[in-house]
């Protein structure tokens, strides 16, 4: 998966080497099925390793939820250089990212607790 998502050895590496392969490849795969675009998939990825940096995610079924998402986004986007640091990208819409890509992600695994009236954090 990651060897057709990246050029960069360096980059591939760090993917294969991360923790939470098995989760990362699986909503990967689960998102090509979608038909999600390559540069949909990279971002994806890309935040994934993030997500578990962030998150303090580990292999099992620990819960979190929106509050610690959102937490986390705040935390990464104070102290970290921002990816797609383009002029019309901006540290909101990098936290956006994060929230949305943590929330789907964690959704599909199941480990995110979900209040009722957040029912478009659904997935189809």
């Known amino acids: 998966m990651f060897k057709n998502l990246f050029k ?3 980059a591939i590496s ?5 923790s939470m392969l098995e989760e990362r ?10 038909g999600a675009a390559k ?3 990279k971002e994806i990825a890309y935040y994934q390793l993030i997500i ?3 998150l303090h995610l580990k292999e099992g079924k ?3 939820t929106i509050e610690k998402i959102k937490s986390g986004a705040n935390r990464w986007a104070c102290h970290e250089i921002l990816p797609f640091s383009r002029p019309n990208v901006s540290n909101i819409t990098c936290k956006l990212r994060f929230i949305q890509h943590a929330t789907l992600w964690l959704r599909f695994l199941g480990r995110i607790e979900i209040p009722m009236w957040c029912s478009f954090f659904t997935l189809p």
């Open 25 to 34: 490849q699986r909503y990967l795969t689960y998102r090509t099925k979608q």
């Open 8 to 10: 960069q050895p360096e």
């Open 14 to 18: 760090r993917q294969l080497n991360a």
């Open 52 to 54: 578990i940096k962030y």
């Open 39 to 41: 540069t949909v998939l």
């Open 62 to 64: 620990t819960l979190t």
